[in-house]
């Protein structure tokens, strides 16, 4: 793990802090890797002991405080201070001077639960259970987990049990698909896990089966957001957008069925914008958003329910899943910017109730090369988080798939380009949309066969914008009638449809910014129709509404 740290930059010290009764010699002080020592001292009571105190203290012939320095490690109350405000404890530690420590609070296990896809679903679409399991003891661990569903009318029905078996300090995800043909009406998926110490967790999550003729709810459920949309001028608009704007776009969002959100790009290093976020780890000299686009958005998204991915964003490095393949150094770096980006963001926004999962903002059509050289060793490395949280990836309009590449592949969700929005066919934009749509029903269906017993989830990117060429660029809001048609297609294939992007193409009337100009108001207030008649037909709003 160290290895991989020092890949950031190789100056930033590692720092552990051990349990209460270490056992430390100085063959394993001069063994180590790690830079800081930070000690626990609640067996001592005070922090005041001396470097000397601490090695005598712990009575066992281990260590002292020569030890320590001989080793060239270092222990000190600046570093004792930092975990004691980790646990919310306001105390000033100086040395010489002491205070009463507390014992640890962090517990030694932990749980979550994700279903995917996290919006309602056909009764066509098997959903997946995920469970994680996180050991933070030294010690290999055997947890029991029990997996059941209750209906509307409460009945109670146990769907899977299982041992959990989970190594020290690692983390087990445990995944159960249940067919949905028979859960019509509003369920409850409910966990429950025990294990040593009378350690027990439970969760639940909310599930939504609808009845209905095509495989995928007919409606966009989630959406894309591009936070470059709240850059003053990137789009036609009234007045530069605020931080009001933003959590009033999303509300709109929510009314018309989108609980689902997908944050394109966290930054736009690559186009010498900056970043979305208050970074500590990246210079953001001149940032383009006077407010954080990110946080924002989670923020809202909490408030309202909704699920969010968070993008990783490209970095310096904007094709490198293109023509990086092969280039051991660019993947190394993009690597190591996408650990520190993912890394920051979960420091940052990693409580908030509405981190869903990551989407690698990385695109591509050579699937399987691009996942042996970027995709499966950062979804890897995304999963030392919260294992169950899914990785999302939106393959290009000609993807290379293959049963081994899906098989091969680490990522969880793809959500394929339709690709419309430049009339793209095989490896030509004609700008001329009609020629892809007429395309779009042999596509999914053949996305859909590579799918099949594949084990990963298909989603349908549905793009709502329009160029006119010749070159690619200056996009615009379409007509509604070209939408309608991609979804009623699409709607055929896939289990969740989402729709890129909503930022200055979908814009609700009630918004001072327009953003996007009169045609993206007009594509709302469309949408907003088609959604109302789509909801009464399946019974989710009262049909007298109007």
Same mark, same amino acid.
């Given at each position: ?89 306001? &105390? ?13 609070? %962090? ?6 639960? %994700?279903?995917?896809? #996290? ?17 933070? &003891? ?15 009318? *409460? ?40 294990? #040593? ?55 709109? @969002? ?10 394109? @790009?966290?930054?736009?290093? /690559? ?49 490198? &899943?293109?023509? *990086? ?69 939106? #393959? ?30 095989? /490896? ?43 070159? /690619? ?24 449809? %989402? ?30 129709? @088609? ?16």
């Amino acid at each position: 793990m160290i290895e991989i740290l020092r890949q950031f930059e190789a100056d930033k010290p590692v720092m552990i802090s051990p349990a209460g009764t270490p056992i430390i010699s100085p063959q394993v002080l001069a063994d180590s890797e790690v830079d800081v020592l930070a000690l626990w001292l609640d067996n001592f009571g005070k922090l005041g002991a001396s470097t000397s105190e601490i090695g005598d203290a712990n009575n066992d012939g281990h260590t002292n405080g020569a030890d320590f320095l001989a080793s060239g490690r270092r222990i000190g109350a600046q570093f004792l201070t930092a975990i004691l405000v980790a646990t919310s404890i306001a &105390t000033a530690c100086f040395a010489g001077e002491g205070a009463d420590l507390p014992s640890e609070t %962090t517990p030694g296990y932990a749980s979550s639960m %994700t279903l995917v896809p #996290p919006v309602k679903v056909s009764s066509k679409v098997e959903v997946e259970i995920r469970v994680a399991v996180r050991n933070h &003891t030294t010690k290999d661990a055997r947890f029991e987990l029990v997996l059941s569903t209750r209906a509307a009318d *409460g009945r109670e029905r146990p769907l899977f049990g299982s041992p959990v078996e989970v190594a020290k300090l690692g983390q087990q995800v445990i995944s159960h698909r249940l067919p949905t043909n028979d859960l019509i009406g509003n369920n409850t998926i409910r966990y429950q896990i025990t294990g #040593p110490d009378r350690f027990k967790d439970t969760g639940s999550w909310p599930l939504q089966v609808v009845d209905c003729q095509s495989r995928a709810v007919p409606t966009v459920q989630i959406g894309w957001i591009d936070p470059g949309a709240m850059v003053p001028n990137a789009y036609p608009q009234r007045r530069p957008p605020t931080e009001q704007d933003l959590r009033d776009a999303i509300d709109a @969002y929510l009314a018309v069925g989108i609980t689902g959100l997908i944050i394109t @790009y966290p930054e736009s290093i /690559y186009s010498g914008r900056g970043l979305y976020y208050p970074s500590q780890v990246f210079r953001n000299d001149g940032a383009p958003v006077a407010f954080d686009v990110v946080g924002t958005i989670l923020n809202q998204a909490s408030k309202n329910g909704q699920h969010v991915f968070v993008g990783l964003g490209r970095g310096p490095d904007l094709l490198l &899943t293109w023509t *990086g393949f092969d280039d051991a150094g660019r993947n190394r770096a993009a690597l190591a910017h996408s650990m520190k980006t993912a890394t920051e963001l979960w420091a940052l926004y990693g409580e908030e109730p509405s981190f869903y999962g990551w989407y690698l903002t990385h695109e591509t059509n050579d699937i399987a090369r691009a996942s042996k050289a970027y995709y499966n060793p950062i979804t890897e490395f995304l999963r030392t988080f919260e294992a169950d949280k899914p990785v999302l990836i939106s #393959p290009a309009g000609t993807p290379i798939l293959s049963p081994a590449a899906l098989a091969e592949s680490k990522v969880d969700i793809f959500a394929y380009q339709d690709a419309v929005g430049s009339g793209y066919v095989p /490896y030509e934009n004609t700008f001329k949309p009609e020629r892809r749509i007429d395309m779009l029903p042999e596509v999914f269906a053949r996305y859909a066969r590579r799918h099949r017993d594949s084990g990963k989830h298909l989603w349908a990117n549905l793009e709502i914008w329009q160029m006119d060429g010749p070159e /690619y660029g200056k996009s615009y809001p379409p007509e509604f009638q070209r939408v309608q048609l991609q979804l009623e297609i699409e709607q055929q294939h896939v289990d969740v449809i %989402t729709a890129y992007t909503l930022s200055g193409f979908m814009e609700p009337p009630t918004s001072g910014v327009e953003l996007g100009g009169p045609k993206a108001v007009h594509l709302y207030e469309a949408y907003q129709d @088609y959604y109302r008649d789509r909801a009464k037909e399946m019974g989710w709003v009262s049909k007298s509404l109007p």
